[in-house]
């Protein structure tokens, strides 16, 4: 499609995004050829991928070109990801890690004795006549001082993956690609990537800030027709009638379960709305959406009970490199409190007109059984026969190797 685009349209911008190429950004698994293919931006040819939830990306981007910048000059927005020569750097002053070796086996080094006395040693003394040694004063920094220069740094540091070829070829190469990608997904300390296509890097810089509770209302306060798009005309769709009585409560994920791909698009990071947001569209498909019987199918999310969820500070969830929040414990530091959730499924179900709301989306039961109340709540009011985890698994084995809990929990 984009290079059809840019047939029709020479010279105009051809950007990028949504799932389809965020989980597609860097050298990827693809399963209906069985191959690992290249990233979608040397294969579509685009000026510019959007990766993740792209508001903030998309409205800088759309501000800039309607001031006359030019598409390539964008190359500093957070969640963007492009093509660039093999020495490009934004600038000279910017630091390059390899990142493109596997650990190997080999001889291992004897520790350094710190007490040895020898001539050659650092604790040597200078010998008569020898110029005195300039010693400097050493300045002790606070606290402070050392967060913002090791900020500093990361924020001008650039990690290079195992390049396409490196990844294509070996399994490992590739695992540890995937392993790079998600360790550098907290926006609070994550850090630009770039992958060797041949000649040129995918360059991704790092991930965008989540929205906040009013910024999350306000996207979902915009006037969407809730309804397919009329040139389908009367095609029944089944993915349609999924969602078509299911409310989004919030975004993302930190469960980083191994087989899921939220981390890579949404991020670890809950994102979520204000409760009168939520009643405000419930009312909204109870009053507008044809076909409503009184059911809202699901009040949910990436996973149902992570609502209002989050670090118990700010700082320490900004420095936080943790693949999973859940596994293979639970954070001392993550909030689990049900409360918010309690209260919006009592007040929803409140509402004139709403015989039913059915909690379909998976469930997290190691932070569910922290909240008997929760549990109670969700068994007495809101499952419809089934109640849905992922994956539907017991033992504790092999869900072990997906970062899930067992039965145990």
Request: with cysteine.
């Amino acid at each position: 499609y984009a290079q059809r685009c840019r047939e029709a349209f020479p010279g105009t911008p051809v950007i990028i995004g949504s799932i389809e190429a965020s989980l597609r950004r860097i050298a990827h698994y693809d399963y209906w050829s069985d191959t690992v293919r290249r990233s979608v931006l040397p294969d579509s040819k685009a000026d510019l991928l959007i990766f993740g939830n792209a508001e903030r990306a998309l409205l800088d981007v759309t501000h800039r070109l309607a001031r006359g910048e030019k598409i390539g000059d964008i190359r500093d927005l957070r969640g963007t990801a492009f093509m660039v020569a093999r020495d490009w750097k934004p600038e000279d002053n910017w630091l390059e890690v390899p990142s493109t070796e596997l650990d190997t086996p080999g001889a291992i080094d004897a520790h350094v004795d710190p007490y040895a006395m020898t001539p050659s040693g650092p604790t040597a003394q200078a010998p008569e006549g020898a110029d005195s040694i300039k010693a400097a004063p050493i300045r002790i920094m606070s606290k402070t001082e050392r967060l913002a220069a090791r900020q500093d740094v990361r924020a001008r540091t650039v990690i290079r993956l195992p390049d396409y070829d490196q990844v294509k070829n070996n399994p490992s190469f590739y695992a540890h690609a995937s392993r790079v990608l998600h360790l550098e997904s907290n926006p609070g300390n994550a850090r630009a990537l770039r992958q060797a296509h041949g000649e040129r890097d995918v360059w991704l810089n790092p991930p965008p800030i989540p929205l906040t509770t009013p910024e999350m209302d306000m996207v979902y306060d915009l006037p969407y027709a809730r309804a397919p798009h009329p040139s389908y005309g009367d095609a029944k769709i089944p993915a349609w009638e999924m969602i078509r009585f299911s409310i989004n409560i919030m975004r993302g994920c930190f469960g980083g379960c191994t087989f899921c791909s939220i981390t890579e698009h949404e991020g670890r990071i809950i994102q979520s709305r204000s409760e009168d947001s939520v009643i405000k569209e419930i009312e909204a498909i109870r009053d507008k959406t044809p076909g409503f019987t009184g059911v809202i199918s699901d009040l949910g999310g990436p996973t149902a009970n992570m609502y209002r969820m989050a670090c118990k500070s700010e700082t320490i969830e900004k420095a936080c490199r943790r693949l999973s929040c859940v596994f293979p414990d639970i954070c001392d530091n993550l909030n689990t409190d049900h409360t918010p959730l309690i209260h919006m499924y009592r007040r929803a179900r409140a509402l004139p007109g709403v015989k039913k709301i059915l909690i379909s989306s998976g469930l997290r039961y190691d932070l569910a059984v922290r909240s008997p109340e929760y549990v109670k709540e969700l068994v007495q009011h809101h499952v419809g026969g089934y109640l849905k985890i992922a994956p539907e698994h017991t033992e504790a084995g092999p869900l072990s190797k997906m970062m899930k809990p067992g039965m145990g929990a």
